[in-house]
């Protein structure tokens, strides 16, 4: 009989039992303190020893828990995504939410929680362990996505994410349901090797395959499945709006790597074409319904919807280049995007929600640091040299011409285009409009620390990618 | 006799099913709920999974649904009456997605064939699904404990005025 526990196991999740018990001292600590903001700076901490003991377990290959968790360099990367993000989004928190008077224990304890979940996403080689860590930090979002408790907006995007993520949690758990049916075995290595032994047309592995990516299309945000999107980010907190927009899609995107590159890697041939189209729609649909937006939030959050059809493109390549090219996007995008939205953060004062593309209006004469800063990650965002954006994007593209999927490749690269346009037009407000608000941007050391890192991040990738290139290329290759 | 007691049961719980849906008044629609859960856990008696027909029966069909009944009595819910206009299109939209995904999955369903696999009694008795708990899916069990928790936070954290 194998050996289902050992003392290595425990090793292997330090990272995240040690996140479980700073949330769960959060917790308690939040009833003996008076100043909240403490709390942030202990979550921060955590964040801090977890990545830590996450460095400590750099380089190993093992598989623990008789198999149901496997701690790779992959699964090692998307963690210090997950960190990363976390971290971050915690720093700007301290300021917004003390503005928002809502700074309470359990939103820090929710986020250290929600990573927790991730990290069990990203090393799951099981049904099971997969599905759980995707509830545990689903749930733990949800709640934080209606933290805003006195706003009804803030209630009605966590009610819609909440339906819309269980309904959507119920058509994976068809997929799955049916894949145990065809392999007798929860674990990704089984299943593939149960398809593999299947005609390519055999309709149930068909149905199952398609259930799932359906509900994993959801999960990322791909165009026809998006419709919460703009809705759960617009309402949100903005803090908890960049950490979703990073980590929490980060996590789903580290759980489809999985899926599609090992479980249902046989049934490849059938599902590229359904990517193929879902990935064009995606950033076709998301560029252009960002272009109309007048609110921010709401702009960000379909461009966060196409990044989500660029990211595809590396599935549907699916050589070296492409796989090295998911991961590497995402951790670029972490920092860009978070950063534009510390920004969109430090709007937010105390009678101003700072939401509205007029509320940028002259930016550049009030605060010329802020709209630089904005300046260059809304570059990266577009992609253009020599930001981190240009680099991820270019191994996408690359990715698909050398596959030989050039229309993709000129889809992706018009999109690119459509994209500059939208974002131009937060430039052109930040730059050539008279100032209308007066006051400036709110001042807080999380504030500028988070904007500090994202900006040396986005510029350094930039210009000297390769280290990057080579951490990500050396967590793909050898788990796919 | 199993065959009878399946589609008797099976029809139970699909026309429960549509009922929780066409009901106007709200706790009907709980009650019909009910109904189907239990159907659908005699379902599960006739497959051999025991352990899962009663944990169906004690936490949907008992401890979930009082609470939904509970709620619904407190709330003292007024009758549905053609309640959301502006969604009366999606019936027409809806409906025929849903009837066509249940055509593609009964076409789908129809041809398979039937598994050649021995099952052991002991599938989904209590005793195995302990062991494979304890074993197999030791990990996600153990993190399942703090989902609960983080549910329960979460629960706080809505439902208090001041935290």
């Known amino acids: 009989m194998a050996q289902f526990f050992q003392m290595q196991d425990l090793g292997a999740i330090t990272p995240e039992l040690e996140l479980v018990a700073f949330g769960m001292f959060l917790l308690i600590f939040d009833l003996m303190v008076q100043e909240k903001r403490r709390l942030g700076l202990i979550a921060l901490a955590g964040i801090a020893i977890s990545g830590f003991f996450l460095f400590r377990l750099r380089g190993t290959d093992f598989s623990a828990y008789g198999g149901v968790l496997a701690l790779d360099p992959f699964s090692i990367f998307f963690k210090t995504i997950f960190l990363v993000a976390a971290a971050l989004s915690v720093a700007i928190s301290l300021k917004y939410l003390d503005i928002e008077r809502e700074n309470h224990g359990e939103y820090y304890a929710l986020i250290l929680f929600s990573t927790m979940g991730m990290m069990f996403m990203a090393g799951a080689v099981d049904l099971v362990t997969l599905y759980i860590g995707l509830e545990t930090m689903a749930i733990a979002t949800y709640v934080l996505v209606g933290f805003l408790r006195s706003n009804q907006r803030s209630n009605e995007a966590s009610m819609k994410y909440f339906l819309l993520g269980a309904f959507s949690s119920g058509i994976l758990l068809y997929g799955m349901s049916l894949l145990y049916g065809l392999s007798g075995s929860t674990r990704f290595v089984d299943i593939a090797e149960a398809l593999s032994r299947r005609p390519l047309t055999d309709p149930i592995s068909l149905l199952a395959m398609i259930t799932l990516s359906a509900g994993m299309f959801f999960k990322v945000a791909a165009v026809p499945f998006h419709q919460w999107t703009p809705d759960a980010y617009e309402g949100a907190p903005t803090s908890i709006t960049a950490f979703m927009s990073v980590a929490v899609k980060a996590a789903s995107f580290a759980m489809m790597v999985r899926i599609f590159m090992v479980a249902i890697y046989p049934l490849r041939p059938q599902w590229v074409p359904i990517m193929a189209a879902v990935s064009v729609m995606t950033m076709t649909i998301g560029n252009i319904a960002a272009i109309t937006q007048s609110n921010v939030k709401r702009m960000l959050a379909y461009s966060s919807i196409s990044h989500a059809g660029y990211i595809l493109i590396g599935f549907i390549a699916g050589n070296e280049t492409g796989l090295t090219a998911v991961p590497l996007y995402l951790f670029i995008y972490t920092f860009t995007n978070l950063g534009a939205w510390a920004v969109i953060v430090a709007l937010r004062r105390k009678d101003v929600i700072g939401e509205q593309i007029d509320d940028m209006a002259g930016l550049f004469f009030r605060h010329p640091a802020g709209a630089v800063l904005m300046l260059i990650f809304l570059l990266s965002l577009a992609g253009i040299p020599p930001t981190a954006g240009f680099i991820g994007k270019y191994y996408l593209f690359a990715a698909a011409i050398q596959t030989g999927h050039n229309a993709l490749a000129v889809i992706a690269v018009l999109n690119a285009a459509i994209s500059i346009y939208f974002y131009f037009r937060i430039v052109v407000s930040m730059f050539m409009r008279e100032a209308t608000e007066k006051t400036g941007l709110v001042y807080a050391p999380g504030l500028t620390m988070t904007l500090a890192i994202a900006i040396v991040f986005t510029l350094l990738i930039g210009v000297y990618p390769d280290p990057f290139i080579a951490m990500a290329r050396q967590a793909v290759i050898l788990g796919f | ?163």
């Open chain 2, 1 to 163: 006799m199993i065959q009878i007691l399946f589609f008797f049961f099976a029809a139970l719980a699909a026309g429960a099913a549509i009922n929780v849906l066409v009901q106007k008044h709200v706790l009907y629609s709980a009650l019909s709920l009910i109904l189907m859960l239990t159907a659908t856990s005699v379902l599960f008696i006739l497959l051999g999974a025991d352990f899962l027909a009663v944990i169906q029966i004690i936490v949907y069909a008992g401890a979930i649904m009082v609470l939904f009944v509970f709620v619904i009595m407190l709330l003292n819910l007024p009758v549905d009456e053609d309640g959301a206009d502006r969604l009366r299109w999606l019936k027409f939209i809806g409906i025929p997605l849903g009837l066509f995904f249940l055509f593609l999955v009964t076409a789908t369903l129809w041809n398979v064939q039937a598994g050649t696999g021995t099952q052991s009694r002991f599938v989904g008795s209590p005793q195995a699904i302990g062991q494979s708990l304890f074993t197999d899916y030791l990990l996600p069990f153990e993190v399942t404990s703090l989902l609960i928790l983080i549910a329960l936070v979460g629960a706080v954290v809505f439902a208090k005025k001041d935290l």
